[in-house]
């Protein structure tokens, strides 16, 4: 009988630890949630063939469930077209092919695919600028379930059960869940979590702040000299030629940001934001993505933004069988 209450004991401890491991550590990946661009975040671990989804907790991390997945047949991370290897970065899933949409495009080979998938957008802003090539990187299921034991066993995408890609797809919206694909998952110490948090908002404030006060000196401080680049104005001095012209309107625009999220991997990181913007001449509403990394002095510098129109509003996200109905 003592014998079974030590072991009781020792198993209680070790549940307790375990509980309070899960309570302190939190993956540095995912360093801020909000309701709009990342009210759920899907995580990927290759090394482990897992696939976490995470849900908003008061703008932190809360893992909802786990599912083994298969990924590239090759290891590393995807640079060429053809490679058969799964890109490793911060990604939006931005479409849905059901399974009758997939057998039209593809006919039979379509039956690859399981019930659906959906496309993710490789390469982002960071894989084109580093040279990669290639495409049609999905989540997906498959035809053949067996294929998931294997671990890698695709030509790059991520795939995972049938069954589970009804479920995780309760937890989907489209442009506004983020998936990010890495080797492994580190976990912080909550109190390093906080910081890493904590130093990628201050200087998304500054900029924020910057920009709403045409302080033009702090804004584009904020901004990596040597490695910024804007799709339509180019390198870092055309965008701050033509960001100075801007400043120097007589106009005073009105700039509100909110839902802010903050991913992270150990190249760089991705704020997604919503940006209301309103002067005499422009009133618009959109999401601005800013891809940062950290300079020679580890201080986190712009070297990308895009921007894409949306509504101004957010409505609440409930977990639904939108895309599978039956």
């Given at each position: 009988m003592e014998n079974l209450k030590f072991?009781?004991?020792?198993?209680?401890?070790?549940?307790?630890?375990?509980?309070?491991?899960?309570?302190?550590?939190l993956p540095s990946n995912i360093l801020?949630?909000?309701?709009?661009?990342?009210?759920h975040v899907i995580l990927v671990e290759k090394a482990t063939h897992k696939l976490h989804i995470y849900?908003?907790?008061?703008?932190?991390?809360?893992?909802?469930?786990?599912?083994s997945t298969a990924t590239g047949k090759l290891k590393g991370d995807k640079f060429l077209s053809g490679d058969h290897k799964t890109p490793e970065g911060i990604y939006t899933i931005n479409e849905f092919f059901s399974q009758s949409e997939l057998l039209r495009r593809h006919g039979k080979a379509g039956e690859i695919y399981g019930s659906g998938a959906f496309p993710m957008d490789y390469p982002n802003f960071v894989d084109a600028r580093a040279g990669k090539t290639g495409g049609g990187i999905w989540l997906h299921s498959t035809d053949?379930?067996?294929r998931i034991q294997k671990g890698l066993d695709s030509?790059?995408?991520?795939?995972?059960?049938?069954?589970?890609?009804?479920?995780?797809?309760?937890?989907?919206?489209?442009?506004?869940?983020?998936?990010?694909?890495?080797?492994?998952?580190?976990?912080?110490?909550?109190?390093?979590?906080?910081?890493?948090?904590?130093d990628i908002n201050i200087a998304v404030n500054r900029w924020t702040k910057a920009w709403q006060t045409k302080d033009f000196d702090t804004y584009i401080s904020s901004y990596d000299p040597q490695n910024f680049w804007d799709n339509s104005k180019g390198s870092y001095n055309t965008y701050k030629t033509y960001k100075k012209a801007v400043f120097?309107?007589?106009?005073?625009?009105?700039?509100?940001?909110?839902?802010?999220s903050i991913l992270a991997n150990e190249q760089y990181a991705v704020v997604h934001l919503q940006q209301d913007y309103r002067s005499a001449v422009i009133n618009d509403a959109g999401k601005k993505t800013l891809y940062l990394k950290k300079d020679?002095?580890?201080?986190?510098?712009?070297?990308?933004?895009?921007?894409?129109?949306?509504?101004?509003?957010?409505?609440?996200?409930a977990p639904s069988k939108r895309f599978f109905k039956e």
């Open positions: 072991v009781a004991l020792v198993l209680l401890t070790v549940l307790v630890r375990n509980v309070h491991a899960q309570d302190n550590f801020m949630m909000d309701e709009k661009f990342a009210h849900e908003n907790d008061n703008s932190n991390p809360r893992l909802v469930k786990t599912f053949d379930d067996k030509r790059g995408c991520v795939v995972v059960q049938n069954q589970d890609l009804k479920d995780i797809s309760l937890f989907i919206e489209l442009n506004h869940t983020p998936v990010i694909v890495v080797q492994d998952i580190f976990y912080l110490s909550k109190v390093t979590w906080e910081r890493n948090r904590k120097s309107r007589p106009d005073s625009p009105q700039i509100k940001f909110s839902n802010v020679s002095n580890y201080d986190w510098k712009i070297t990308g933004e895009l921007w894409s129109k949306t509504d101004a509003g957010s409505v609440a996200f």
